[in-house]
């Protein structure tokens, strides 16, 4: 089978990837550091504007600061599409959908006011920190972390089905005991109070009047106190697991894909552990 037909980057689209994907350089540093001071700033305009009282004093200097805000955003994103040699990998991938959720609540405000609220999604961006920082061993833990709640996902849905079936069927029977006349007008709405019992948050807008409807809701209380131990039980082995498996690895170097832009790579990889391209 003849060999993939690599791409590779020249004149200011591989000074431009070096600049903004990787933080080895001095230049590369700054960037990402300028880039997330502008987005804590940004953060904190959006939420400037949230307080009525600041708004009504400030709010078009915020509204011409979030736009600058978006505006800025929006060429970073485009600019990073146009130094990888896999736009479309790029723009799939974790931090791709997140610059561009970063850059959307902006414009679709002007067809949905309010919206802008959602802009504060530009803080899970500040991740890149951990890439700027040279912090590989937060970058392994995060990757350690992720791995073991994978390995666990089969065995939360069995989990979280079980759990389903028990707030239906105690729902379903606090609405025969205690009817609508103690508040449990529905099943629904014993179900609702079956959930809010057993995850032993209890906010007390419904509580049973009758002395079996109390016995059951005492049998869900302390139920509700194993069930929480479950999953922290599943996630806990997983995760001692996959500590294991990370100690065999080696350490994470700075170096980011020219493809698709991945970072975390292994200190001696050839190629991208995403999208398989030459590094």
């Not at 109070?193 to 002395?211: F, K, R, S």
């Not at 109390?214 to 996959?242: C, E, H, K, N, W």
């Not at 350490?251 to 493809?259: D, E, L, T």
């Amino acid at each position: 089978m003849a060999a993939r037909d690599e791409v590779v980057l020249t004149g200011w689209r591989a000074k431009g990837h070096e600049i903004i994907f990787e933080s080895d350089t001095r230049a590369g540093k700054a960037f990402d550091v300028g880039l997330i001071l502008a987005i804590l700033t940004s953060i904190v305009v959006v939420m400037l504007e949230s307080v009525e009282s600041i708004r009504q004093e400030h709010g078009v200097l915020l509204t011409g600061a979030e736009w600058a805000f978006t505006l800025l955003f929006t060429v970073e994103y485009l600019l990073r599409l146009m130094c990888v040699t896999r736009p479309v990998r790029y723009a799939r991938s974790f931090f791709g959908i997140v610059d561009l959720l970063a850059i959307l609540p902006t414009y679709v405000s002007v067809l949905v006011p309010g919206t802008q609220a959602l802009a504060v999604i530009r803080t899970l961006r500040i991740l890149r920190v951990f890439r700027v920082l040279k912090l590989a061993n937060y970058v392994r833990e995060s990757e350690t972390m992720v791995r073991a709640l994978a390995a666990s996902r089969r065995k939360i849905e069995v989990f979280v089905s079980a759990v389903l079936m028990l707030v239906v069927i105690f729902g379903s029977l606090m609405y025969l005991i205690e009817g609508p006349e103690n508040g449990f007008t529905s099943i629904p709405r014993g179900i609702y109070w079956a959930i809010v019992t057993l995850t032993t948050v209890g906010y007390g807008d419904i509580a049973p009047q009758t002395n079996l409807g109390q016995a059951v809701s005492a049998m869900i209380m302390i139920l509700g106190y194993g069930i929480i131990a479950v999953p922290t039980g599943i996630v806990s082995v997983q995760f001692a697991r996959a500590e294991r498996e990370a100690m065999h690895e080696r350490g994470v170097s700075g170096q980011a894909c020219p493809g698709c832009g991945a970072g975390g790579h292994a200190g001696d990889a050839e190629y991208c552990r995403l999208c398989g391209g030459r590094m």
